[in-house]
């Protein structure tokens, strides 16, 4: 069933051990709907300047991605974002934001996004996040992403936001940030235990994103946890969550006949960390553009087989 | 097979937000022959001072553990640290280390220990690693921690000592200092490619240690990742790494007819981790000296549920 996502469309100038490329194609929504673009229709709204042109709007239509609620505003300049990644890429410095015309952007939703009935939250500010999500009452399917800084100037904004999704796909330092709480399921149980003021079903599933460490999911009954998709080569990391988000909203919203299962979760964080790999090979979203159906299937089973062990048993001492 | 240990046995004062213990007894060759000790015989070589008592082997001697390697030298003072973890548990700040008797420690081993045909070199000097080493020269299974320390003022010797294990487990980020590669995958496989000097066989088997993320397991052929078992409440971290070892050395050393397979070590490391998990759980050995067999069982089935996913076929777009 149709995905709407609702974030920024950027230009990112990126620096990393491996080299540098400026005013990429990227923003949170170019890199979650590429990713969904394999699995479901998808529908981006989020605000561009003048500077923003065919040949960008060109690579997402090349995926069937449906940019009609992409608003141009005149005389406005693009969401701008500049980093430099330090050697292990785990640290990332922003050298330069220029919102540009995401200040002051108010979602415009077409009629498609509308009428799409799984919804994506990528990281904007979390009023902006509740705004769209009362147009969609009625979505299947409903999962948020945010950052520190909404944390930090916006908590209760954002915890209001967070009652009204199924899903919160957050760092795992921005969890314990939240919570308060010091570690990854103590501060998922209580996210968790949240009661919605609203007539919202409340959160269901917590999704921590552990970068190179991979990714967790909890659930009132259950945990489960996958390694990243080891590479050798890690080039620019920059979209990998928002990739990562875009394969797990994706695979969900390509089963609308199953039940939000266990089984059915996993397979998405499996996709998820698949996406994700492919998206740090090569800078921006050139791989991703390129990227094949079947290469994500042969990744899957990979994936798979570096995650299981057998339960022989043993007759232990004592 | 037997196994034998040298390493550090100490007495540890620690200071957790959950609260502190004074002068507990701990060091590396302690937490990991008590988590060994489920799985088979094991033999503690490394020096003790007047100030340790037979309340303290006997914690040991419980277990079934050899302790006549114990060596307690006239005069001196057991090696002591102290510490004091953040309230993530994830920085740890040394507040005092007392080298006592282990400065100028040269171990001796007994002939029950030189029969060993599994052999652990806890972390120690590097040069002392490979006299020890030098002793068991047929050992079946050598395995090897180490730490920055001496990455940074006995790279050399470290790396010779490497040369002479089968398998070395290091904190993730210490195989990247060690290697200067950016990541875990490309500083194993550098490890991996190291031919020997000597006629030793050389590493086949890194694992990486990634606290509260799980480890990971990298051989020539394959990869394989395992989360840490979650918990609420993780009261102490300390000598998790060392319980991890003794899970895994343990199991390895239980299985002398089987090869060292893909699977045998995948199932030593989901051991590994299940008893780290509980070392973890409280303060020092305490968990771990009241801990049954059963509950490792029952503990290595929820892991595996935790970390299985099917992997349904899906058409994907594009």
Redesign the interface.
């Known amino acids: 069933m149709p995905i709407t996502v609702v974030g920024s469309i950027a230009y990112d100038t990126v620096k990393t051990?491996f080299g540098e490329r400026q005013r990429m194609l990227g923003g949170a929504a170019v890199h979650f709907a590429l990713a969904a673009?394999?699995?479901?229709d998808v529908c981006v709204v989020g605000p561009v300047g003048e500077d923003f042109g065919e040949q960008q709007l060109d690579v997402m239509r090349r995926?069937?991605i449906d940019v009609d609620a992409v608003e141009r505003i005149d005389g406005g300049r693009t969401f701008f974002w500049q980093g430099e990644y330090g050697?292990?890429?785990n640290t990332r410095e922003t050298i330069d934001t220029q919102l540009g015309v995401f200040e002051g952007f108010q979602p415009k939703l077409t009629p498609a996004a509308l009428a799409s009935d799984v919804l994506f939250l990528a990281n904007i500010q979390p009023d902006l996040q509740r705004e769209v999500r009362a147009q969609l009452p009625d979505a299947r399917f409903v999962a948020l992403d945010s950052m520190n800084l909404w944390i930090d100037i916006a908590r209760e904004s954002l915890i209001a936001a967070i009652e009204e999704v199924d899903c919160l796909i957050l760092n795992d330092a921005e969890l314990?940030q939240l919570t308060g709480k010091?570690?990854?399921?103590?501060a998922a149980?209580e996210i968790l235990a949240w009661e919605p003021a609203s007539s919202y079903r409340g959160p269901s599933v917590i999704v921590a994103k552990?970068g190179?460490?991979?990714a967790?999911l909890?659930t009132r009954e259950?945990?489960?946890?996958?390694?990243a998709y080891?590479?050798?080569?890690?080039v620019d990391p920059t979209g990998a969550g928002d990739t990562f988000a875009g394969g797990l909203v994706g695979?969900i919203a390509?089963h609308p006949e199953e039940q939000l299962s266990e089984?059915l979760l996993?397979?998405a964080?499996?996709?998820a960390t698949v996406l994700a790999s492919f998206n740090v090979a090569e800078f921006g979203t050139e791989r991703i553009e390129r990227?094949?159906?079947?290469e994500?299937?042969a990744r899957?089973?990979e994936l798979?087989a570096?995650?299981?062990?057998?339960?022989?048993?043993?007759?232990?001492?004592?």
Chains 1, 2 share one sequence.
């Open positions: 051990p673009s394999f699995f479901d995926r069937g050697w292990d890429l314990r010091p570690n990854l399921v103590s149980r552990q190179e460490y991979g967790a909890i259950s945990f489960f946890a996958l390694p080891p590479l050798e080569t890690v695979y390509a089984q996993r397979r964080m499996a996709h990227l094949e159906g079947r994500i299937v899957i089973a798979q570096m995650t299981q062990f057998s339960g022989a048993p043993l007759a232990l001492r004592g």
